[in-house]
């Protein structure tokens, strides 16, 4: 199915949808997610550090093309803070979440150090969310501290779904992450066409995925699981 999947990504106003996701971002203070999220988003790069205070929210929209189907696919990313005034805010964000990004700067090894921190925060919380791992602000690659083989082997220990470097301040990868992010979660949940979710104008919102391979009981557990 994924060799056929063509995408394009539709400006950030887009209202229309079939399928919505929220998508988490963590990781240490300053490690860049805001700057990766607005460059991703809005292609905006801003080299002074204004720390997020609780949630910044943004979307990023992708039209998925296959040779079955043509659907609207909107992530709605949570960009977070680690401040503790939120904590019990943040617990319900990984709660009703699909996929989070865990970032950290590869020229600052104590990010890549607590990566396993946020990991085990996380799945207590939703041990079915999907993770990807983010290698942030590549372009500083002389002042590097983690090297790609380490980053490699920590996704194979955890089994994360993704892994990629990027760059707020170049653009390198950035739009990519979420490209690949709505990929992996239509791919994921095109198994449900079936149920013609596609006849929903609102489209259907996604809380919390978990497939069930046994294929008498998919309906029952996206009924479960997804709300309109
Ligand atoms: P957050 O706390 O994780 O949201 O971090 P921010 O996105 O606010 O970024 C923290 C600092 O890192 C800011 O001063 C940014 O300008 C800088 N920064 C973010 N992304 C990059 C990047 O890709 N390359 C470089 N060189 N600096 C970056
Ligand atoms: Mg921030």
């Not at 090297?147 to 739009?175: C, D, L, P, R, Y």
């Not at 489209?203 to 998919?218: C, E, H, M, T």
Request: neutral net charge; glycine residues 4%; aromatic residues 12%.
């Amino acid at each position: 199915m994924s060799e056929d999947l063509q995408y394009e990504v539709l400006p950030n106003d887009y209202k229309e949808y079939n399928m919505s996701f929220k998508i988490i971002i963590i990781g240490d203070c300053g490690v860049g997610k805001s700057c990766l999220t607005l460059k991703a988003t809005k292609n905006i790069f801003n080299n002074d550090y204004q720390p997020t205070i609780g949630f910044e929210f943004c979307t990023f929209t992708l039209k998925m093309k296959t040779k079955k189907e043509t659907k609207i696919v909107k992530c709605q990313i949570w960009d977070t803070c680690g401040q503790e005034a939120y904590r019990s805010l943040v617990s319900s964000f990984y709660k009703n979440s699909s996929l989070a990004f865990i970032v950290y700067a590869i020229n600052d090894k104590n990010s890549f150090n607590h990566i396993e921190s946020w990991l085990n925060e996380v799945k207590y919380h939703n041990p079915d969310i999907k993770i990807f791992l983010i290698g942030s602000k590549a372009d500083l690659d002389n002042e590097r501290q983690v090297s790609i083989n380490e980053a490699q082997e920590i996704v194979k220990e955890h089994k994360f779904q993704f892994f990629m470097e990027t760059s707020a301040k170049t653009g390198f990868n950035a739009q990519n992450v979420f490209i690949e992010c709505a990929k992996t979660l239509y791919l994921e949940y095109s198994n449900y066409n079936n149920l013609k979710v596609e006849e929903n104008v609102n489209g259907f919102i996604v809380n919390q995925p978990r497939i069930n391979n046994d294929k008498n009981s998919q309906n029952e557990n996206y009924r479960k699981k997804a709300c309109c």
